[in-house]
């Protein structure tokens, strides 16, 4: 999340309906509304994972249609068989077949796009890869993590967490914001506003963990660290795609958010982080 205010680039263009000045209003309504469907998926590993892979694909729309302005042409079907797929293996048989259904719906690209010819088909196959490792393959983790031992618990530890990270750099930017992080990604971005993420990740994660996991506080601080500077990465990747195909948000569809990848970019990025340092520093029987 950015952590200062600057206006944005005159050579930005927005995707749809918003505006450097977003209405609070439906940024807040919207926010509550997001909250509650991420609890009330919590209420059984299924039913999360069907509202995970129907982000990944709203996401995986969106980063398609963002491509589409620098003319990568992503194929949808093998793409949306491939995202579904990802998310239902590495839900029932875990890692290794996480990746082995990414290794082939990245083979389903190319191959349906090999008839093309190379010329024709060289930048469809680089955008549907794009979208099947970002969001889609680093969202799996997610899925793997729900379905261990306390899954559930581990993944609200998770989204707390990062949301966190927001927060915190949001407060600390806006309030002692002075010296940019990347000017030329995220001008709104200081290091200040990741100071403050990281103590925010800290605190937060060694009260999780300790609270909700019934692990080390410790641990629970590692976490968060970590959380914090892979949260930070997946905000300036995003920045980044969208400063090169030239655009504001991802899409209009949350009002005063923008697009859905607008609020997953951390999350997508930290999944695999929080899987991880989960299975590490709390330990499940």
């Not at 807040?28 to 990944?56: D, Q």
């Not at 393959?137 to 379905?147: H, Y």
Request: proline share 5%.
């Amino acid at each position: 999340m950015d952590t200062t205010i600057d206006p944005v680039p005159r050579h930005v263009r927005s995707t749809g309906a918003t505006t450097p000045g977003r209405n609070l209003r439906d940024a807040i309504v919207i926010g509550v509304v997001l909250a509650a469907l991420a609890l009330a998926s919590l209420l059984h590993p299924v039913l999360f994972l069907v509202v995970l892979t129907a982000a990944m694909l709203i996401g995986a729309y969106e980063v398609q249609e963002a491509v589409g302005h620098a003319r990568l042409d992503v194929p949808v079907i093998p793409v949306a068989i491939g995202i579904v797929s990802m998310m239902v293996a590495a839900y029932l048989r875990g890692p290794e077949m996480l990746a082995v259904a990414t290794g082939l719906s990245m083979v389903a690209v190319v191959l349906w796009r090999a008839a093309d010819g190379f010329t024709a088909s060289a930048s469809s196959i680089a955008g549907g890869l794009l979208t099947l490792l970002y969001p889609a393959a680093l969202g799996g983790f997610a899925a793997l993590m729900v379905a261990e031992p306390a899954g559930r618990t581990r993944i609200a530890v998770f989204i707390l967490v990062t949301v966190f990270s927001d927060i915190g750099g949001y407060a600390a930017g806006v309030r002692f914001g002075r010296h940019p992080m990347a000017p030329s990604l995220s001008p709104k971005k200081s290091w200040e506003g990741f100071a403050g993420s990281v103590l925010a990740c800290g605190v937060v994660g060694a009260l999780a963990v300790w609270l909700l996991l019934d692990g080390a506080w410790w641990g629970g601080a590692v976490l968060g660290v970590l959380v914090a500077g892979c949260a930070t990465v997946g905000d300036l990747i995003e920045s980044s795609i969208k400063r090169d195909v030239g655009i504001k948000d991802m899409s209009s569809l949350l009002p005063g958010h923008g697009g859905l990848m607008d609020r997953l970019d951390s999350l997508v990025v930290c999944a695999p982080v929080a899987w991880a340092g989960l299975r590490i520093l709390v330990p499940y029987a």
